[in-house]
């Protein structure tokens, strides 16, 4: 057999399989947690005058550390724990350098873990609606043209992922899950690439990557409890 019609074999199977049912919880649910740009938007709104602010997830124990510009002039930090509409905790700010003092402990409510579900299910679901728009790519033009959408499609998704605060039981499968993701996105890329150089061999192994991590997001994903099929 010719490269031309292995590599189309490829193209016709590359990106073009959609993610499907990822469950009627985005339906029934409210947002999970404040996302970081959610939370600093939130502040910003909330004190106008001070700030701006940029929220990060933290390990520390606080969902997010913010660091924003206070009344005096100071560059400064806080510590944040939130729910899914508001903050929670917050800690005294201090100047960046310093450590923040120890985050509250707090106990994860059937609720949290609920809304934690629902952000995983729907960011799986954009990723499915989005996909199924684009056509599927039957040939090597027809997945030039269509590279850029379905490549962002991807990174919008890891992106999605990344700025989901987990709940603290199952930190380690969502962290499998995130990094999934992205390697997702680097396939993605390297795929391309082996296609633009008509390498069959790289664009075989890039794809069977990106089949690969999708199994890796659909098995972490169900051990959190969400629905996000491969």
């Not at 994860?108 to 960011?123: L, N, S």
């Not at 991807?154 to 930190?171: M, S």
């Amino acid at each position: 057999m010719s490269r031309t019609p292995l590599i189309r074999a490829l193209l016709i199977g590359c990106l073009a399989t959609v993610s499907s049912g990822c469950g009627d919880v985005a339906s029934k649910l409210p947002g999970g947690r404040l996302t970081a740009a959610e939370l600093s938007s939130y502040l910003d709104h909330r004190t106008p005058g001070v700030g701006p602010y940029t929220c990060n997830a933290s390990n520390s124990g606080w969902d997010y550390v913010c660091s924003f510009t206070s009344d005096r002039g100071e560059f400064v930090k806080m510590g944040v724990q939130v729910s899914a509409t508001e903050p929670k905790v917050e800690s005294t700010p201090v100047p960046v350098g310093m450590e923040l003092p120890p985050a509250p402990a707090t106990e994860q409510t059937g609720h949290e873990r609920a809304a934690f579900v629902h952000r995983v299910e729907a960011a799986c679901a954009t990723r499915a609606s989005d996909l199924h728009r684009l056509k599927s790519p039957r040939t090597r033009s027809a997945y030039l043209a269509s590279f850029t959408a379905r490549r962002l499609v991807e990174a919008e998704f890891a992106n999605a992922v990344r700025q989901i605060v987990p709940p603290k039981l199952g930190i380690r499968s969502f962290q499998r899950l995130t990094a999934a993701a992205q390697s997702r996105v680097d396939a993605v890329d390297r795929f391309h690439e082996a296609v633009l150089a008509r390498k069959l061999g790289e664009a075989h192994a890039a794809f069977a990557e990106t089949r690969s991590t999708s199994l890796v997001i659909a098995r972490e994903a169900h051990r959190l409890g969400a629905t996000c099929a491969a």
